[in-house]
């Protein structure tokens, strides 16, 4: 009962900057957790970067420094900024949700963005 859209995704050359959204609707239940996760060819899907619904915080140790995660829970999106952008972030972004488990037993993703960081 969630549906979630990234988008934002693109080209970028190393060192710069790039933001990725997303726009949740459905059971606000289903959204206590809202995060980012990117996923390259061959590669183990990883989280990047959560927020919960106060606004508190979690960053990978391999994007810490370079990315900042935000929400509005008024329009229901959450934004990724990633500054100083490094080869290895090029992957696919999606957008991902976890539920308050007394209401809702779902966990919900978006189609994904690409991100592409070219030199």
């Known amino acids: 009962q969630v549906q979630l859209v990234e988008s934002g995704g693109g080209l970028v050359q190393y060192g710069g900057s790039l933001s990725v959204s997303c726009a949740a609707s459905?059971?606000?239940?289903?959204?206590?957790?809202m995060d980012w996760w990117r996923q390259a060819p061959g590669e183990e899907r990883e989280l990047v970067a959560s927020?919960?619904?106060?606004?508190?915080?979690f960053y990978a140790d391999s994007v810490k420094g370079r990315a900042s995660v935000s929400r509005d829970n008024s329009k229901n999106t959450m934004t990724l900024q990633m500054n100083s952008l490094k080869f290895e972030d090029t992957a696919v972004y999606y957008c991902?949700?976890?539920?308050?488990?007394?209401?809702?037993?779902?966990?919900?993703w978006g189609q994904g963005t690409q991100v592409t960081v070219s030199s």
């Open positions: 991902h949700t976890e539920p308050d488990l007394r209401y809702c037993n779902d966990e919900y």
């Open positions: 927020i919960d619904k106060g606004g508190r915080v």
């Open positions: 459905g059971d606000p239940n289903c959204m206590i957790d």
